[in-house]
């Protein structure tokens, strides 16, 4: 496929990030990502990060907001289910976490050095006055 210059494309046109199996693709390392030809996987934003989203799977309800609204397209989506967040191109702003409508949310927030384990151990309540 010819690579196309970001002027190139039609209004409104939408690019997959990923060619191929996305099996597993939130944990498995930039290197060994099938990267689509037309993303532009090489210009990464994520050292601009100070804190991070986390995806708490067990609340999402894969309304695909967070996937609309990612102005990084860092948000990995398949078949309309939401996968996880490529912290490669992830930049932090927190636009993810805030459009997801869910209670208690199933994207947080957190310092960049938090662990995503424990995090989900403790992640807050149903917020019952919602
Ligand atoms: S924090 Fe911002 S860049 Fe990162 S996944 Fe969420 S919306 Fe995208
Ligand atoms: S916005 Fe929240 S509920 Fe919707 S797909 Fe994203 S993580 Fe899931």
Request: include cysteine; proline fraction near 5%.
């Amino acid at each position: 496929m010819m690579k196309k210059g970001w002027d190139e494309f039609e209004i409104g046109a939408m690019l997959r990030t990923f060619d191929g199996s996305i099996d597993n693709i939130a944990g498995t390392s930039q290197d060994d990502r099938s990267y689509s030809e037309n993303s532009s996987y090489t210009a990464s934003v994520a050292d601009w990060r100070l804190i991070k989203p986390i995806f708490n799977k067990d609340y999402c309800i894969d309304c695909q907001f967070c996937w609309i609204y990612c102005p990084d397209v860092s948000i990995i989506s398949r078949d309309k289910k939401m996968i996880g967040i490529d912290m490669d191109h992830c930049k932090g702003c927190g636009i993810c976490a805030e459009v997801c409508p869910t209670n208690p949310k199933s994207l947080i927030m957190f310092p960049e050095q938090s662990e995503d384990e424990a995090e989900i151990a403790s992640w807050p309540a149903k917020d019952e006055e919602k």
